[in-house]
């Protein structure tokens, strides 16, 4: 056994839980910097003690850290057993009161056992490591953090723990020329892979290894999915992908502790068993039906295709953002994690034998759920957009929810900002859901300047959430006198004219043509903004005149859509995005053809590229326009400098990696990189949306300077 | 004194320059691969030896290798006094009979001292290793070879010996964010460069060493012209380039050797010094006038702008493939290495004070010419397109030419191919020049295949030059039984409407309209090769159902406008080039509002695009497209993806660097990448043109059966 130096130093008891404290207090950027994402929550087998997984910063290395805590449920007791630049993959180790997780500990990423006593000892330690991350040389794994070295990439006990598979990762081998497809597929990514394959292995209860497969680390389910193991007593089965051509069809094997040998199990068109939600009869629940016609149903096992129907619901059964379900040993109940796509926040759904469907959860979310074995008891964070986290105690009959530990108590100690949960219909008749998060000091009456936050669905009940905010700092544009809109796309289950437009831009159909699609999914987000907008400017709640929006990803789309298609705003910042450019055609040929008809060379899709493409439309703009970039995206500089030759205001601002040879990630992973971030959005708002200089580093205050020519170019404009 | 383990095991006799063998025969591709390129040539100050570096290829490592060679002028005895992955810039030591040169022997690339007896000694090591080239973390320094690391980065000797100014590169330190242009700057390149830093010195004859002046990398002057010394008694002038705009305005600057202080110099408006020819009366020669008036001109030093007008010429001067000149102490001539545009060739021009200019030549070229201080006597090396190099002594007074050694016996051993000079005028009445290569087993009366291998100016008489010929095997074509055409486009100063052209495509003053820059440019080019090809099938040479066309770099927008202009062709090869196309606007503004008038996106320049770009008519080519890349070239994809959906055969091969985190160079340095590009171009223009598949590796194999299908589905077009 062997506790590591880095485990060692850093493990012991961590405060105890404090009551909240009396001097309340407001949002500073440090706070922002120091919200803690949950990641992995474990309950024991005996539901005596869960761990958990907080990612938050490491100023000092300018790093991500990840802490795993071990909280004794019955004197709530927490204590942090082990640090390290990443941790995941966290289990219950079966058949010991110990813990297993994937971790760093200075030798690369490898397979440890950690006991409640914080001791530490290797699995599995593959010394052959091999680069993973946004770096040069690097398998393009996993994004949002540092490149790491990786000996043990994936691993899963059988539920005896008597076998063990695992899995490494081997990169390198000379490179060889590459035709076609693959060249644009290689050129779609900044850092370059070594070509790179998965081993996977079974250990044994008498330590003997076996190889089982090798996969091209192109292969997704053997590299994201663990190779979807299902464990038999005498054997397992395991899934690979089959082709290369990103469609998930998965052949699946069995393999046999015996001979150590492999079959082939017959095709049953099952595809992917990830994320399968088994109800309680056994049959695999799903929401079935259009729209307002949604049911949820369970299709029972066997190939009668006898259905059980559970009656309309709204629903959405183990979305990626709060997955996973139980079933209750006797088969008495399901529970499942569930998102409610209306009101934008996380619950839990009792899915009874009886048919009867019952909602558990607060006013709020309840995400990161786990649950024993028997699913009568499990831990949840408890956590809302005013709401900091806290794990709370779940129980399944009852219904009943008790706190357990707070995660965040400096978040605790902030006056939570008034946030108002709304629902409205466009113009197009397409409703939304979004949230008005009020200035510090609001007086009613009074107008505000606001800005608009928006990516895509990940508006809602979670406590400061980067999928969501990104690096505009939501909480100190409300503390600084900002009205924020956080605001949702029009769901897409709500007609079946919105789903088509879904589906055909994802499968290009041609069922519906480019400038309708172009309506349903674009024109319709912005015109989802104007309606609250101007909802909002008519109650006199902001200020027509001093309007920003903001977004990343999908976001930043639906700004530099927003900004080209209307004359509302007078600031822009958009994040890291490039899709809808004409420089992302060649990635994207499928998908522009339904948007667009075809390539921008093509006379008649060159009519719908400048229907839509924000580059094409720069000089109808009227906001001056932040981009930051995490890589110098092509469309991105094309959209800048669009802007720039029609004299609109207009910043590029590439945020850098750890090195020449690594990136930052789309979703920031460097602390000083995402203060700067958000320190550059404070300043741009300040400056168009307020006329306000704002202090800060010489490099800002430089690039203010720059700002202010702009401007007085801007207004010289005839 | 040490003597580096590579240096000891490789030095020793090279052998003794052999008789022409008596058994002649035909080129092989492992020929191509060793035709040798001459480095630097230099002569000892007594004339009486002579250094050259010959670079070959190091098979077992794959990958260039750079052998220092010293002749013996006496007794014309040639041995290698080291080998390196690279040596550059050697020098005589003024004062001893001493060589210096940079290379690497282990420690990175260093400055060391090389006796005539193979000894080598350190000059100047320092240890703090800065990677250079086309890799990631790189600075990127200089292309065409490997990445590699550098100690030192450049030097000069005082005239006297006694002062050493030499430069180190210092690469790393904190990334910052950046912003706007420096951003399209950054996305112009595939690799990154961290911060890098040039910190030049002076070590005077007592060892002790003073710092000069720090720039950073981006200072062209400082990087790659030595800061453009000047020595003086007590002094030393540099210059270093004062803005990052890509203007070289230069300042310059005395550092005085007593007080180690630097003063400003006036600035004078001379710029750069570098490649200026001194007439024999100590003024600077130019060639002055438009087309067919061009003189030979001596301005004279001193403000009165006196100018001695030494007669019409036809020569280019210091042309970069043959630079030099030197002056006669006594200034009684200046002898200067000339390009003679019109016959593609090179030779020496000797200029008397007496006003009369003699040309001193052989029938091929003369280049890598070094001439003794007196420059009464110099060596050059003598060859030609189907002329092996040699080094030859040249008497200044009298023009004799003596061979001095054989810089290839293995390429002697080849019977030279026929080759024919060529002069003609296009059907829009512009000249070019060119060369035909005729097959091996050629038969008077018989129609050939034929192959066009195109690249602006660079066809001319050198001996299979990698800048012409590229991956393109022209010699084994000619083995085969294809007629190989050189062509030339019209060279740009033979009228003021073309070199208008070119000035208005560098400056885009708006002064030639983009309908008629592309006419005079890249439409011209068009027409030079269809009027040769249209003549020489009419006199029945080459048959006009099988001819294709090969070109890389400017050669590949030439090749791609003319198969999507005209329909001569059925095969063609494009080699690393994507100019032109709608995806390089945002580094190219400036050129492409010259050509186009705008970007891709206004309505008015599309016209434009649509009328040249290769991706906007790839629908009209006739000719299957094989795409050669050392990088994944945006606009080279689209064009591909553009031939696909027009269901013209096309194929697009990205060679790989030598690691994931570096690049093959535009012109390949990668052995195994020229060898396996070559291959693919012969067995790409048999397929095509011969309709044979080639033998080869089990890759090309699979290679040509996807050119079988692509051949049917072509066929099987209405």
């Known amino acids: 056994m062997i506790a590591p130096a880095a485990a060692l130093a850093l493990a012991g008891a961590a405060p105890a839980i404090p009551a909240v404290p009396s001097v309340q207090r407001t949002w500073t950027m440090a706070d922002i910097l120091a919200v803690p994402e949950v990641k992995d929550v474990v309950l024991s087998a005996d539901g005596r003690f869960a761990v958990y997984v907080l990612r938050t910063n490491n100023e000092a290395e300018d790093r991500p850290e990840f802490a795993l805590h071990l909280l ?61 991350g946004s770096a040069d040389g690097a398998e393009y794994g996993f994004t949002e953090t540092l490149p790491l070295r990786f000996g043990v990439i ?11 598979l695992y899995a490494t990762l081997e990169a390198g081998g000379k490179l060889k020329p590459i035709h076609g497809e693959a060249v644009t597929r290689l050129s779609a990514r900044l850092r370059r892979a070594p070509p790179s394959f998965m081993h996977y292995y079974v250990r044994n209860e008498r330590g003997e290894t076996s190889p089982v497969v090798m996969r091209p680390a ?8 663990g190779a979807l193991p299902v464990w038999g007593k005498d054997y397992l089965d395991y899934g690979v ?66 259905v059980i129907d559970y009656g309309p619901t709204g629903v959405i059964l183990s979305d990626p953002r709060s997955p996973g379900s139980w079933r209750a040993a006797n088969g008495a109940f399901t529970i499942a994690a569930v998102r409610l796509a209306e009101e934008a926040r996380y619950a839990l759904l009792r899915i009874g034998r009886d048919g009867k469907t019952t909602l558990i959860g607060t006013d709020e979310s309840l995400t990161h759920c786990t ?32 706190t357990l530990a707070t995660l965040s108590p400096r978040h605790d100690a902030i006056t939570p900002l008034r946030v108002e949960k709304r629902q409205w219909t466009n113009r197009f ?9 009020y200035p510090r000091e609001y007086h009613k009456g009074q107008r505000y300047p606001a800005i608009v936050v928006t990516h895509d669905s990940d508006a809602d009940e979670r406590f400061a959430a980067p999928d969501l905010q990104w690096n505009y700092p939501v909480q100190l544009f409300a503390e600084r006198g900002y009205v924020v809109l956080l605001v949702n796309e029009p769901w897409g289950r709500q007609s079946p004219a919105l789903e088509q437009a879904w589906r055909s831009l994802n499968d290009c159909d041609g ?34 005149d001093r309007l920003g929006i903001a977004g ?87 959209f800048h400098q669009a802007l720039e030759a029609a004299h609109i205001p207009a910043e590029l601002t590439l945020y850098p990696g750890e090195t020449a040879a690594s990136d930052e990630t789309h979703i920031f992973h460097i602390p000083s990189n995402r203060r700067a971030a958000m320190e550059e959005n404070l300043a741009w708002f300040d400056f168009w949306l307020l006329d306000r200089a704002r202090e800060g580093s010489p490099a800002l205050r430089e690039r203010i300077e720059r700002w202010q020519l702009m401007k007085a170019r801007w207004q010289r404009q005839p």
């Open 72 to 132: 004794s449920i019955g004197d709530r007791t927490d204590r942090i057993l082990a640090t390290s630049p990443w941790i995941d993959r966290v289990r219950a180790i079966p058949g010991r009161s110990t813990w297993s997780a994937l971790a760093d500990f200075g030798r690369g990423v490898q397979l440890y056992e950690i006991g409640n006593d914080a001791a530490v000892t290797p699995v599995i330690v593959n010394e052959a490591l091999a680069l993973v």
């Open 154 to 164: 994936s691993y899963d006990w059988s539920p005896d723990g008597r076998q063990l």
């Open 218 to 225: 192109s292969d997704r389910v053997a590299r994201f999915l």
């Open 241 to 306: 992908q089959g082709d290369d051509k990103g469609i998930p069809s998965v052949h699946r094997y069995r393999w046999h502790f015996a001979t150590r040998t492999t079959t082939t199990l017959p095709e049953d068109g099952s595809g992917i068993f990830w994320g399968r939600v088994t109800g309680p009869k056994g049959g695999e629940l799903t929401v079935t039906g259009a729209s307002a016609g949604r049911h949820l149903v369970e299709r029972l096992p066997g190939s009668d295709g006898a």
């Open 371 to 402: 649950f024993r074995a028997d699913a009568l008891e499990g831990v949840c964070v408890h956590e809302g957009l005013a709401r900091p986290p806290r794990l709370v105690r779940v129980e399944a009959l009852s219904g009943r929810i008790t």
């Open 429 to 437: 008749g397409y409703k939304a859901s979004g949230f008005i998060v």
């Open 511 to 544: 069922r519906v043509s480019p400038a309708e699609l172009q309506r349903l999914i674009w024109l319709n987000g912005a015109e989802t903004i104007r309606s609250l907008v101007e909802d909002l400017a008519r109650q006199g709640l902001i200020d027509r």
């Open 552 to 638: 990343y990803s999908a976001g930043s789309q639906l700004v530099n859509v927003t900004v080209t298609q209307t004359s509302l705003f007078r600031a822009a910042s958009s994040g890291d995005g490039a899709f809808l450019e004409p420089a992302a055609h060649r990635y994207n040929r499928c998908g522009y053809r339904a948007i667009y008809g075809g390539p921008p060379g093509d006379p008649v899709a060159f009519e719908q590229y400048r229907a839509l493409a924000p580059s094409y439309r720069a000089a109808r703009s009227s906001a001056a326009m932040l981009q930051q970039l995490a890589e110098p995206r092509a469309g991105a500089i094309d």
